[in-house]
């Protein structure tokens, strides 16, 4: 009977030994780290819930529920971690392979539908509604969780619990990333679609792109360092792929807080710009007008238009405003003087004060 490590009770299971073991301290600092970051996602959890009556702008209202579901999918990383710290056994081993996938294709599916609405408002465009939103990351996720479902029952054959600890260690890591290839096809969309958040001329919305770009930057590269440790070849060493695994788990989940929830709540008070959107008015104005500058009297350029040097005699004439009747010329007046007055003889001018024939 071996001894129980440093700082482990001599009556505690061997499998749980890597949570209190004092000579190798990487999976109490790893569980330390998973331990803040679930009461950290439960305090933000519980602060969504009570800034929505406070944001003020509709647009960014609508992504809320789906931030909620991704601090919800952020909670169950944090949580997983533990799985990986504790030995591999016929309770963690399944665990691992059906959540590790669906906890991150849920994430970045959140991001991914978040993205879709911003490069519709960095272009002036209609925002998605929020069932949209809501709509497409679940949707996106549900893949991932039909993948994982599919694997997990052919593996185990419905019955051996026991079977990912038999399984050699080469063909577990090699299951486990190849079972991750729609994860990472997510990944690579959702950066792709980021980028194009820069391509607008409504700037106050790039900053929420700049979020999601840079926490898939750094989630690009926490992928690639784990997937790369992970396929080299260590047969002496073999309990170094579960801190690998868990040490990406607990990165990546403070990426995802850091990177996006924290910046994001920042905005989520911040007061609604008008120039965030597109003039209203700019939707019922007609787009065939050709604009000019000055004042000028439509219905006198429109005239010589109808009227023109092939028509220069036509009395009829092109009213914009009128509904069934033309507009005719009148005759021009030819006296415009101003009428002067004149003298008038007096009736009695040949009148001598007698009466005719004496």
């Known amino acids: 009977m071996t001894s129980s490590p440093k700082g482990c009770s001599s009556s505690l ?6 949570l209190c073991d004092m000579d190798k301290p990487w999976g109490i600092v790893l569980e330390a780290l998973a331990a803040a970051g679930v009461v950290t996602s439960i305090v933000l959890m519980l602060s969504l819930l009570v800034l929505i009556s406070k944001v003020q702008d509709s647009t960014r209202r609508k992504v809320l529920p789906t931030q909620f579901v991704f601090l919800l999918g952020v909670l169950g990383l944090f949580g997983l971690t533990f799985a990986f710290i504790i030995k591999l056994n016929e309770r963690t081993g399944p665990t691992r392979f059906f959540l ?11 991001l991914l539908a978040h993205t879709f609405t911003l490069v519709k408002l960095v272009r002036g465009k209609k925002p998605l509604s929020l069932l949209m939103i809501l709509g497409l990351a679940l949707g996106f996720s549900l893949v991932q969780d039909i993948i994982a479902i599919e694997y ?6 419905r019955t051996n619990t026991n079977v990912f600890a038999e399984m050699p260690k080469s063909r577990l890591n090699e299951d486990f990333v190849m079972l991750l290839i729609y994860v990472l096809f997510l990944m690579a969309f959702t950066f792709i679609m980021s980028v194009f958040t820069f391509c607008g001329s409504f700037t106050g919305w790039k900053r ?11 989630s690009i590269g926490i992928w690639v360092a784990w997937i790369t440790l992970l396929s080299l070849n260590k047969p002496l060493d073999p ?9 990406a788990l ?13 910046p994001e709540f920042i905005l989520f008070t911040k007061q609604h710009n008008p120039s965030d959107y597109p003039v209203e008015d700019n939707l019922c104005k007609p787009q065939f007008i050709k604009q000019s500058y000055g004042m000028e009297n439509r219905a006198y350029l429109q005239e010589e ?11 009829t ?4 405003y009128s509904t069934h009747f033309q507009l005719q010329n009148r005759d021009p007046q030819k006296d415009f003087s101003i009428p002067r007055p004149k003298t008038r003889s007096s009736p009695y001018h040949d009148y001598g004060g007698r009466k005719g024939g004496n």
């Open 239 to 247: 309990i170094w792929d579960d801190t690998i695994l868990s040490t």
């Open 305 to 315: 238009i109808s009227q023109g040097p092939e028509n220069p005699g036509s009395s």
């Open 13 to 18: 299971n061997s499998i749980y030994y890597n």
């Open 317 to 320: 004439l092109y009213a914009p």
């Open 208 to 218: 929420h792109g700049a979020h999601i770009y840079i926490t898939m930057l750094f």
């Open 250 to 262: 607990v990165a990546n989940g403070w990426v995802f807080l850091l990177m996006y929830i924290l």
């Open 100 to 110: 590790f996938g669906i906890l991150f294709g849920l994430c970045f599916s959140c």
């Open 152 to 157: 997990v029952v052919i593996t185990m054959n």
